[in-house]
C-alpha cells in the first residue's frame, strides 16, 4: 500500500487531465504575452493548446506531497495493526499445536472452533482495512483532480487557452510538444501559492 497512493493518482490525473478540454470564450480577447520563466507562450492565433508535464506537477505540488506522506502514514500503521493480530493468531496456533495432543477431544473441537472464527475475522479486518484505504485513495485523487482542473480553467480563461493536454513519462499520451508551450512552472506556482495560504 506504500506506493500505491502515488501510482494511483499518477495515473488517475493523467488520464483524467488528458481528456480535459478547457473551452474559453474571451469574446475577441487575445493571449497575453509569454509568463515568466519561458513556461508559457503567446497566441498566433485566437485560440492556443497548451501542456502540464504532471510528472514534475505530483512531484512538487506540496498538497500532493502532504496528502502522500499522509495516507502512506496511514498505511504503516494499518500493515503494523495487521501484522501485529496475525502475529498473536500464529502464537495461538502454535500453543493449541503444542497442547493438542494432551486435550481432549471436546477441548479440541471447541478450540479448532474459536480458531476458525479468529481466523474469519481476520481475513474480514484485512479485506476491510484494503477497502477503506482504497476508498480513501479514491477520495483524494478526486480532491486532487478537481484541485488541479478547477485552476487550469480559470488559467486558461484568463490566458485564452483553448485545449489543456498533460504529458507523462509514463503515460506519454502526447509524443511531442514544443517546450514553448508548457506551462507546468506557472501552473505549480500559483497552485503551492494557493495551497500555502490555505495552510496558515
Known amino acids: 500500500m506504500k506506493h500505491a497512493f502515488a501510482f494511483i493518482a499518477k495515473a488517475g490525473i493523467c488520464a483524467l487531465l488528458a481528456a480535459t478540454v478547457v473551452s474559453c470564450n474571451n469574446q475577441g480577447t487575445r493571449p ?7 513556461d508559457s507562450t503567446q497566441a498566433n492565433g485566437a485560440e492556443q493548446i497548451v501542456y502540464v508535464n504532471i510528472d514534475t506537477l505530483l512531484e512538487k505540488f506540496e498538497y500532493f506531497k502532504d496528502v ?16 501485529s493480530r496475525s502475529t498473536a493468531f500464529q502464537r495461538e496456533v502454535a500453543d493449541y ?12 473441537q471447541s478450540t479448532e472452533e474459536r480458531l476458525a472464527r479468529k481466523q474469519d475475522e481476520l481475513a474480514r479486518h484485512n479485506q476491510n482495512a484494503s477497502a477503506s484505504f482504497a476508498q480513501e485513495e479514491a477520495t483524494e485523487n478526486e480532491k486532487l483532480y478537481s484541485r488541479i482542473t478547477d485552476y487550469l480553467k480559470k488559467h486558461a480563461k484568463e490566458n ?22 508548457e506551462i507546468t512552472t506557472e501552473v505549480l506556482t ?3 501559492a494557493a495551497y500555502t495560504k490555505e495552510k496558515k
Open 97 to 108: 499445536q503444542q497442547k493438542a495432543p494432551t486435550m481432549s477431544a471436546a477441548d479440541r
Open 32 to 38: 497575453s504575452a509569454s509568463v515568466s520563466g519561458g
Open 160 to 181: 485564452g487557452y483553448k485545449l489543456v493536454l498533460t504529458y507523462s513519462a509514463a503515460n506519454p499520451a502526447v509524443l511531442y510538444a514544443d517546450e514553448s508551450l
Open 68 to 83: 502522500r506522506s499522509n495516507l502512506e502514514e496511514k498505511a504503516k500503521k494499518a500493515q503494523a495493526d495487521l501484522q
Open 190 to 192: 500559483a497552485l503551492n
